[in-house]
C-alpha cells in the first residue's frame, strides 16, 4: 500500500512533518500532570451557581471535554462567540480562555463578564487577555506553551479544572483524577508513534483507510466532545473536510441523509465506542449500521480504551492527533501549521 509506505519511510515524514508534530502529540499525555499555579487567586470562595467558559477553537476544547467528563450539578456553558448569556451575573463563574492571548471574541466576552459582575478568571499563554487579568487583579493561569493551542487541550483541561477547584466548583480530587492517568497515557501513545510500522499501528492504518475521504465522526451523547475533537483535529491537522455528530440526535435528521447516497461516496464513517455508553446508545448504534448498509460506506467502530470514561476521552483525542497528522502527511500538508486561519485573521483585521 503506497500511503502506508510513505508514512513508514522517516525521510518523507521529516519531509512533510518538517516541524516534528508527530514528535509533539506523542509527548502530550505529559500536560494532565504539569504543575500549573495560579496567579492573583481568590481572596475568598463565593457560591458559584452557573459557569461559563468563553473561549474558541483549540482554547475551548478543554472546556467541552471538561463538559462530558465532570456533569456538573450547576448549569455550564461553552461559548464560542461574543456575547456572554443574558443570565450571567455575580454569581456566575466566567473563565476567559484564549491561548494566544488576543482572541477577540473571548476578550468581548471577557469585558462583558466584567460588566455583569460576574466572577473571571482567565486562561492564557500571554496577550491582551493576559495584560487585562493583570490589571485588573483576576485570577489566571499563565500556560507555558510553543506549539498549536489544539495541542495544548490536556494542559488547558488542567488549568481549567484547577481553577474551579479554587472556586470550589470541583472537588480537589478532580486534580489527581486527571494527573493518574499520564504513565497509562504515555505507554498507550507508544503505539501509535511513527517508529511504530503501519502494520502494528492503528493510527496509521486509519489514516490511510481515511486518505482521499470525508471523515464522518460519531459518538454518543456523553463523549461527545471526543466526536468534535476529532473533526477539530481532522481540519487543522490533515486540512482535510470533516463533520460530527453524536447519537441519539444523528437518528432524528442526518441518519435520514444517507438514505439517498450511494456506498461509493468517499466517505469515511467512523463510530467511536464506549464501554459506557447508554445501551440505548448501544442500540441506536448497531440498527443504524444495520438499517445503512449498502446506502452509506460501511463504519469503521473504533473501541476507546480505558477504565474510566475521562481515560477513554483522552485516550480518543490522542489518537484523533495521530491519525489527523498522518492523514496531514498523506495529503502533503504541512501538519503543525494553520497558514488560511493566520491570513484570515490579518484580512478581518
Given at each position: 500500500?503506497?500511503?502506508?509506505?510513505?508514512?513508514?519511510?522517516?525521510?518523507?515524514?521529516?519531509?512533510?512533518?518538517?516541524?516534528?508534530?508527530?514528535?509533539?502529540?506523542?509527548?502530550?499525555?505529559?500536560?494532565?500532570?504539569?504543575?500549573?499555579?495560579?496567579?492573583?487567586?481568590?481572596?475568598?470562595?463565593?457560591?458559584?451557581?452557573?459557569?461559563?467558559?468563553?473561549?474558541?477553537?483549540?482554547?475551548?476544547?478543554?472546556?467541552?471535554?471538561?463538559?462530558?467528563?465532570?456533569?456538573?450539578?450547576?448549569?455550564?456553558?461553552?461559548?464560542?462567540?461574543?456575547?456572554?448569556?443574558?443570565?450571567?451575573?455575580?454569581?456566575?463563574?466566567?473563565?476567559?480562555?484564549?491561548?494566544?492571548?488576543?482572541?477577540?471574541?473571548?476578550?468581548?466576552?471577557?469585558?462583558?463578564?466584567?460588566?455583569?459582575?460576574?466572577?473571571?478568571?482567565?486562561?492564557?499563554?500571554?496577550?491582551?487577555?493576559?495584560?487585562?487579568?493583570?490589571?485588573?487583579?483576576?485570577?489566571?493561569?499563565?500556560?507555558?506553551?510553543?506549539?498549536?493551542?489544539?495541542?495544548?487541550?490536556?494542559?488547558?483541561?488542567?488549568?481549567?479544572?484547577?481553577?474551579?477547584?479554587?472556586?470550589?466548583?470541583?472537588?480537589?480530587?478532580?486534580?489527581?483524577?486527571?494527573?493518574?492517568?499520564?504513565?497509562?497515557?504515555?505507554?498507550?501513545?507508544?503505539?501509535?508513534v511513527s517508529e511504530v510500522p503501519g502494520?502494528?499501528?492503528?493510527?496509521?492504518?486509519?489514516?490511510?483507510?481515511?486518505?482521499?475521504?470525508?471523515?464522518?465522526?460519531?459518538?454518543?451523547?456523553?463523549?461527545?466532545?471526543?466526536?468534535?475533537?476529532?473533526?477539530?483535529?481532522?481540519?487543522?491537522?490533515?486540512?482535510?473536510?470533516?463533520?460530527?455528530?453524536?447519537?441519539?440526535?444523528?437518528?432524528?435528521?442526518?441518519?435520514?441523509?444517507?438514505?439517498?447516497?450511494?456506498?461509493?461516496?468517499?466517505?469515511?464513517?467512523?463510530?467511536?465506542?464506549?464501554?459506557?455508553?447508554?445501551?440505548?446508545?448501544?442500540?441506536?448504534?448497531?440498527?443504524?449500521?444495520?438499517l445503512l448498509s449498502g446506502l452509506r460506506?460501511?463504519?469503521?467502530?473504533?473501541?476507546?480504551?480505558?477504565?474510566?470514561?475521562?481515560?477513554?476521552?483522552?485516550?480518543?483525542?490522542?489518537?484523533?492527533?495521530?491519525?489527523?497528522?498522518?492523514?496531514?502527511?498523506?495529503?502533503?500538508?504541512?501538519?503543525?501549521?494553520?497558514?488560511?486561519?493566520e491570513r484570515f485573521k490579518v484580512e478581518?483585521?
Amino acid at each position: 500500500m503506497v500511503s502506508m509506505d510513505i508514512l513508514d519511510n522517516p525521510n518523507v515524514v521529516a519531509q512533510r512533518d518538517p516541524e516534528h508534530t508527530t514528535d509533539v502529540i506523542a509527548r502530550e499525555w505529559e500536560q494532565v500532570a504539569l504543575e500549573q499555579s495560579i496567579e492573583q487567586g481568590p481572596s475568598d470562595t463565593p457560591e458559584i451557581t452557573r459557569l461559563v467558559v468563553a473561549g474558541m477553537g483549540g482554547s475551548a476544547l478543554a472546556a467541552d471535554m471538561a463538559k462530558d467528563w465532570l456533569e456538573l450539578a450547576i448549569p455550564f456553558e461553552v461559548v464560542k462567540g461574543y456575547d456572554l448569556p443574558a443570565y450571567v451575573d455575580s454569581s456566575t463563574l466566567v473563565v476567559a480562555s484564549s491561548f494566544s492571548g488576543n482572541t477577540e471574541e473571548t476578550l468581548s466576552a471577557l469585558a462583558q463578564a466584567q460588566e455583569k459582575g460576574a466572577h473571571v478568571v482567565a486562561i492564557a499563554k500571554g496577550g491582551k487577555l493576559l495584560d487585562a487579568a493583570k490589571a485588573a487583579n483576576l485570577p489566571y493561569i499563565q500556560m507555558v506553551w510553543e506549539h498549536q493551542p489544539r495541542m495544548g487541550m490536556f494542559m488547558n483541561l488542567n488549568a481549567l479544572i484547577r481553577l474551579l477547584v479554587s472556586y470550589r466548583v470541583v472537588a480537589e480530587e478532580r486534580i489527581s483524577e486527571l494527573a493518574v492517568l499520564a504513565p497509562w497515557l504515555e505507554a498507550e501513545t507508544k503505539q501509535w508513534v511513527s517508529e511504530v510500522p503501519g502494520e502494528s499501528n492503528l493510527a496509521k492504518q486509519l489514516a490511510s483507510w481515511c486518505a482521499g475521504k470525508v471523515p464522518m465522526i460519531y459518538s454518543g451523547s456523553h463523549i461527545k466532545s471526543v466526536a468534535y475533537k476529532w473533526k477539530i483535529s481532522f481540519n487543522e491537522n490533515s486540512k482535510n473536510v470533516a463533520f460530527w455528530n453524536e447519537i441519539p440526535e444523528f437518528n432524528h435528521n442526518e441518519f435520514i441523509g444517507w438514505a439517498s447516497h450511494p456506498v461509493e461516496k468517499p466517505f469515511a464513517v467512523i463510530d467511536l465506542r464506549s464501554s459506557f455508553d447508554h445501551p440505548r446508545i448501544v442500540k441506536r448504534f448497531e440498527t443504524s449500521d444495520r438499517l445503512l448498509s449498502g446506502l452509506r460506506p460501511a463504519a469503521k467502530t473504533i473501541e476507546l480504551r480505558g477504565d474510566s470514561r475521562l481515560a477513554q476521552m483522552l485516550w480518543g483525542a490522542i489518537l484523533a492527533d495521530f491519525v489527523s497528522v498522518y492523514l496531514g502527511i498523506l495529503n502533503g500538508v504541512d501538519p503543525m501549521k494553520v497558514e488560511l486561519v493566520e491570513r484570515f485573521k490579518v484580512e478581518l483585521g
